[in-house]
């Protein structure tokens, strides 16, 4: 279990929040090394929030991470203040749209830390240390031609 494992999650929603279109996206790296990266449609409508997008993000990671049985340090990375400090048991749950995603967060988090003898930590990150990932998750929404007004993009962000 030498080895350090390295997630990154983000996630967007648009053009409005609750009720648009959610995205994320995703990164790992094992000793440094990009050994994956990812991107996925959470859905739209009136129970997609940011908070399920990120959420489902978080979800996406470490899913990942289990399911090809990667064991080490592991640090799971994002900017979203309320995933990162819900699952560190800073914050407590006040229920919403993201509810059950926070569900399967608590419970992924769980049996990833049984695979590595408690060896996860999670960290927040400003949204400017998260570019990679939110890059992924905007590319989603773009390709669906989605218009972007809650994060205006300059024409030449792509």
């Known amino acids: ?15 409005v929040n609750p009720g648009g279109h959610g995205a994320w996206g995703i990164l790992v790296k094992v ?18 929030s940011n908070n399920v997008s990120e959420y489902s993000g978080f979800n996406a ?11 080490g340090v592991t640090i799971i990375r994002g900017d979203s203040k309320l995933v990162i400090k819900q699952l560190s048991g800073e914050w407590k749950i006040n229920g919403g749209l993201y509810l059950p995603y926070y569900y399967k967060a608590s419970h992924l988090l769980a049996v990833l ?4 003898g ?41």
């Open 61 to 71: 990671a470490v899913d990942w991470i289990l399911n090809k049985n990667l064991l």
């Open 113 to 116: 830390k049984e695979r590595t």
């Open 118 to 158: 408690n060896n996860v930590s999670l960290q927040w990150i400003s949204r400017n240390d998260n570019g990679e990932c939110d890059k992924l998750s905007k590319n989603v929404l773009r390709r669906m031609g989605i218009k972007f007004r809650l994060q205006p993009e300059a024409s030449n962000d792509n």
């Open 31 to 48: 000793d440094g090394k990009k050994v994956h990266e990812g991107a996925g449609y959470v859905g739209n409508g009136p129970q997609i």
């Open 1 to 15: 279990m030498g080895q350090l494992i390295e997630a990154w999650f983000d996630a967007v929603t648009e053009p």
